[in-house]
């Protein structure tokens, strides 16, 4: 627990000091463990955004679990990608004992238009028919020019060190139930937009049903149902807050079968309908 929670500040601390969002994909079990759910997957406004519109979910896995998964493996001191979203994002390899364990990935940026890429980008090809997102979900991200790169990359590359200092670390220490806690934490993170079932994380976790039901509640104090009721609503809470989606499209990402129902349980778990949730989270940002 103690080094989950020093990783965390670690984490928060680069995530306010560069302005971006940093994910951490554990490609072999071995860290994830360390990180909360919210860095073990990207769950950006713009990057959602992107992802909901003309495949661009698919789009996206196929250039990050192929060109970039491949370049990892040969530039160990990181690089930039552009993908077809018109962002830029920074990938670091992360290592253990000698061996490719996974993949750190900050951003998206908003690459300064008056110069150039790095020449060693790597880059998806343009999509035809595939819209830029809106202005103002680009304005706010963070601008990023060769000038600052240098910058970033070494606090990203020192963020890893820390990373793989405290998996070594952590190695053994109440192995079952930490490793079942971020498993479901992780299962139910990349799955919560779809219909999952309590059956789907037992073959998952390689238990029963029943069994799977009774971890759950002995670890999180909840049912299944309500742990990913909680999940969902947490992540529309974010996108309510901070992208320009409408509710509608907000209840299909998060995996609630309509906006009426997404208003319902909304209201139930938060006490207030997603549009005054939206009101008084935005108006306080513009404080």
């Not at 073990?40 to 406004?45: G, I, K, N, V």
Request: charged share 20%.
């Amino acid at each position: 627990m103690a080094e989950r929670n020093w990783i965390t500040r670690r984490i928060h601390g680069f995530e306010a000091l560069l302005g971006v969002h940093i994910t951490l994909n554990d490609l072999t079990g071995s860290f994830g463990h360390l990180i909360e759910p919210a860095n073990l997957f990207h769950d950006h406004s713009y990057c959602l955004w992107v992802k909901s519109r003309l495949d661009g979910k698919q789009l996206c896995g196929e250039f990050d679990n192929g060109a970039i998964v491949r370049e990892l493996g040969r530039r160990i001191n990181g690089f930039v990608k552009f993908c077809h979203g018109g962002v830029a994002e920074i990938s670091l390899p992360i290592m253990r004992s000698g061996a490719f364990a996974g993949y750190l990935a900050a951003g998206p940026y908003r690459w300064m238009f008056d110069t150039a890429l790095p020449s060693d980008a790597v880059r998806t090809d343009p999509v035809q028919g595939f819209s830029p997102a809106p202005s103002e979900l680009l304005r706010n991200l963070r601008a990023l020019d060769d000038r600052i790169l240098t910058f970033h990359l070494e606090a990203l590359r020192s963020l890893v060190d820390s990373l793989q200092l405290a998996a070594d670390h952590s190695d053994g220490i109440h192995s079952t139930d930490r490793n079942r806690k971020h498993l479901i934490e992780f299962y139910l993170g990349k799955e919560f937009h779809r219909s999952v079932e309590l059956s789907d994380l037992a073959v998952f976790l390689n238990l029963s049903v029943s069994r799977t039901g009774a971890v759950i509640q002995e670890i999180f104090s909840v049912p299944f149902s309500r742990l990913l009721q909680e999940i969902r609503i947490s992540h529309a809470k974010n996108l309510l807050q901070y992208s320009l989606l409408s509710v509608s499209e907000i209840a299909g990402l998060c995996g609630f079968p309509n906006q009426n129902y997404l208003y319902r349980l909304f209201r139930k778990i938060e006490g207030v309908t997603p549009i005054d949730h939206r009101r008084k989270t935005q108006r306080e940002l513009a404080v």
